[in-house]
C-alpha cells in the first residue's frame, strides 16, 4: 500500500486531514505514530475554522521533520523556508486554494454548514484527493532532496 492509500484509509478511519498525512511520514523521520496523531488533531477542518487545509499543515508537519532545523543558523533556516514555499508552490498549482473553505465550497466551521457539506458529499469528493496530492507531492519533495 502506497503512502497516499494509507493516508486516505487513516482519513476513512476517522482521522482528520492533517493527521492523515503527517502519520504516514512521521516513523520514517523518528517521530512515533501515536505522537503525530495527537500533534496534528488541531489542524482538521482548517483548525476547525475552515482556515488552512489541513492535509497542508499536515504535508508541511511532515516536511519539517525532514527539511526542518533544531539548531538555527542561515542554512538550516534558508533550507526550510525553500522547502515551504514549494510546497506551497506545487499546492497552488495543483490545487489552488489553501482554505479548507475555498477548497470544499463550505464554512465547516459553522455546524449546519458543515451538515451541507456531508449531505453534499464535499468531504468525500475533495478531502481525499487533497490527502492524496499532498502525501504525493512531500513524497516527491523527499525523493528529490535525497
Not at 487513516?10 to 502519520?23: I, M
Not at 464554512?107 to 490527502?131: Q, T, Y
Request: charged share 25%; proline share 3%.
Amino acid at each position: 500500500m502506497s503512502k497516499a492509500e494509507l493516508a486516505d484509509l487513516r482519513h476513512e478511519e476517522g482521522y482528520n486531514c492533517a493527521q492523515s498525512v503527517l502519520s504516514v511520514f512521521a516513523e520514517d523521520h523518528g517521530m512515533p505514530l501515536e505522537l503525530a496523531l495527537k500533534l496534528a488533531s488541531p489542524f482538521g477542518g482548517g483548525m476547525r475554522m475552515a482556515a488552512t487545509c489541513g492535509a497542508l499543515t499536515g504535508a508541511l508537519m511532515a516536511l519539517g521533520l525532514a527539511c526542518g532545523f533544531d539548531e538555527y543558523n542561515t542554512a538550516n533556516k534558508t533550507r526550510a523556508d525553500e522547502c515551504t514555499l514549494e510546497l506551497l508552490r506545487r499546492w497552488h498549482a495543483e490545487i489552488g486554494p489553501t482554505d479548507c473553505k475555498a477548497i470544499l465550497g463550505y464554512d465547516v466551521s459553522d455546524p449546519i454548514e458543515k451538515e451541507k457539506a456531508r449531505a453534499a458529499g464535499a468531504f468525500d469528493a475533495h478531502c481525499s484527493s487533497c490527502i492524496k496530492q499532498a502525501v504525493e507531492m512531500v513524497s516527491a519533495m523527499l525523493a528529490e532532496l535525497a
